[in-house]
């Protein structure tokens, strides 16, 4: 039995001796290539009969519910690589493992091996052709989301989309040039669908209605945000926590208007007025991340109680500068104490030009402990003389072209800057009739007219420090700004809203006839506004003891709009 049983070894390995002699240098049997047999031959060989027998096709047809997309060899300069074709198939059980290849040698008798072409193509090409498709076959999945209508809260459920494998589509865009195959390619894609069941939605709706009505309020030392209604629905997540990007996104423009960096003062005092000055200010940088959760926590708060505002300070890390501004003059000058801001919009280039050049006036003037500031003296004579530009003035019970038009805008904003900083103001008038200048992001009556030399704003320094004021003209967004500097003294003012104790309504619109127009045409000189009496009260503390205290009244008439109406006629 042993010596039979060695006879059949020693057969078997001249066979397969026999076997491996024969295919050297070819291709062992059931070999193909594009279904090609290539069994047998060597590379040479191989290669000659590829080329003879090769049906490589001329394009490739993607097929998605009946929409068809061709991708030509042509489009993507592809094409057979015949010798490395032939190379790969001689590899075919010539992998160096002696076991493994006299294994797959043995079996390769009796079952076929069909490898791909290697194919040479251009990427960039197959991937702009593929990007070309994933455009015409994808549609976007829209998440649900609520709505704001009419004071009620709804739900839109969202919309299932589908995306495209480009990489699969390519790789198989790729196989059917290298098996040379006819059939179509079925575009697969992947369902992606957002929408909510009927429970999840119901929860959904709920948290929305929850924060109806509701505001969560962001505050900062000089900027405020608040946000609602609509803002708060876009923050809730429907798998029931709150969206990260718009949190985010909330955060950075916070961050982007609070942080700055520390800023040393500058104090240069020459000729009796400072000539340069830069406060010193603190560095700030929003904690952006402890914003967030700040924001989500009262978020929830909002949403899971009855509160109707939730109020976050802004957490910020404070970078103190290395020179301050106490350190830098002997003054008294340490502090801001008020600002004042007005607004322009509308403003003709002749106003807007003199809205500069009187506010330059005030930059750097310095008022004595004591001392009353005058308006006029300050800005002395305004004329075309002195530079200023014709723009349109309230004189004679008329709006007309004058000298130095939008000059009352900076005694506007010096107004209020005085109110806010708790200084007394000897003497003020409000203009003869509501200016729609004055009420751009303010109530109306804070408003101050001049005209010299009978018509003066007056404010007195009673602090026992001098007084620095700085001026700002944003010529882009047309904001006038006015800061008054000094020591603080512990006073705080406080300034009532403004009360309408009348309301007179504008007379009718007049119209008047103008030769010097061509007949027909309309030319509005006046703009309508009401009149009325409107009243504040400014009262200063110190200590929790009234300092000073006045009612400031404005009495404006009413104003009819006025109309030229032309009446020449064509000679």
């Known amino acids: 039995m ?23 240098g070819r291709i062992y049997p059931h ?64 992998t160096g493992n002696i076991i493994y290849d006299f294994y797959q040698r043995l079996i390769s008798l009796f079952r076929k091996t069909n490898l791909g072409l290697r194919i040479n193509l251009n990427e960039n090409k197959l991937d702009q052709l593929v990007s070309v498709v994933a455009g015409q076959v994808e549609s976007d999945a829209v998440p649900p989301s609520l709505k704001l209508v009419d004071g009620h809260v709804t739900l839109n459920n969202g919309v299932i989309g589908y995306k ?9 865009v790729g196989s059917s040039f290298s098996l040379s195959k006819n059939s179509k390619v079925n575009i697969r894609l992947i369902k992606i669908d957002p929408t909510l069941e009927e429970a999840q939605a119901n929860i959904y709706l709920k948290r929305g209605r929850a ?91 909002l949403e899971e109680t009855d509160e109707k505002v939730a109020s976050v300070g802004i957490p910020v890390d404070i970078t103190p500068p290395k020179i301050k501004t106490g350190e830098v003059n002997n003054l008294g000058i ?17 106003r807007i030009h003199n809205i500069n050049l009187a506010a330059s006036k005030f930059k750097g003037v310095l008022v004595t402990p004591g001392d ?30 004058g000298d130095g038009g939008g000059v009352c805008q900076v005694s506007t904003t010096l107004f209020r800057a005085t109110l806010n900083a708790g200084l007394p103001v000897i003497e003020r008038t409000a203009h003869a009739y509501r200016v729609g200048y004055y009420e751009q992001k303010s109530p109306p009556g ?40 000094g020591t603080s003294d512990g006073r705080i003012a406080k300034i009532s809203t403004p009360v309408t104790v009348t309301s007179t309504p504008p007379p009718p619109d007049v119209y008047q006839d103008d030769p010097t127009l061509p007949l027909g045409k309309i030319v509005q000189t006046e703009h309508k506004a009401w009149g009325g009496k409107i009243t504040f009260n400014y009262t200063v503390k110190k200590n929790g003891e009234i300092i000073y205290q006045k009612t400031f009244v404005s009495n404006y008439t009413p104003w009819a709009a006025v109309y030229l109406r032309g009446t020449a006629t064509v000679q």
């Open 2 to 24: 042993k010596k039979w049983f060695l006879i059949v070894i020693e057969v078997l390995v001249l066979i397969f001796s026999l076997y491996n002699l024969a295919f050297t």
């Open 31 to 94: 070999v193909s290539v594009a279904r090609i047999n290539l069994g047998g031959k060597n590379e040479s060989e191989a290669i000659s009969f590829l080329s003879q027998n090769l049906k490589f096709p001329e394009k490739v047809i993607l097929e998605n519910n009946g929409q068809d997309f061709e991708i030509t060899a042509l489009s993507i300069d592809v094409s057979p690589n015949l010798a490395d074709s032939a190379r790969a198939a001689f590899d075919i059980h010539r």
């Open 164 to 172: 495209l494998d480009q990489n699969l589509l390519k790789a198989e």
């Open 211 to 301: 924060l109806t009505g509701k505001i969560l309020e962001l505050k900062g030392d000089t900027e405020n945000y608040s946000y609602r209604g609509q803002d708060l629905l876009n923050l809730i997540d429907p798998e029931g926590s709150y969206k990260k990007d718009p949190i985010t996104d909330i955060v950075s423009v916070v961050s982007k208007n609070v942080n700055h960096d520390p800023e040393n003062s500058v104090f240069i005092f020459e000729g009796g007025k400072v000539k340069e000055f830069q406060p010193s200010r603190d560095g700030v940088a929003v904690k952006n991340e402890l914003l967030a959760q700040m924001i989500i926590g009262n978020l929830r708060t």
């Open 334 to 350: 340490k502090e801001l104490l008020g600002r004042g801001v007005s607004y322009f919009a509308g403003s003709i280039p002749g």
């Open 372 to 401: 009353t500031l005058s308006f006029n003296e300050t800005v002395s004579d305004i004329s075309t003389l002195t530079g200023y530009k014709q723009a349109y003035i309230i004189k004679e019970g008329k709006t007309v072209l």
């Open 446 to 485: 804070i408003d101050a007219t001049v005209f010299g030399p009978t018509v003066d704003l007056k404010i007195k320094n009673d602090t026992p420090n001098y007084l620095l004021i700085q001026t700002a003209v944003d010529n882009q967004n047309l904001i006038l700004t006015f800061e008054i500097y």
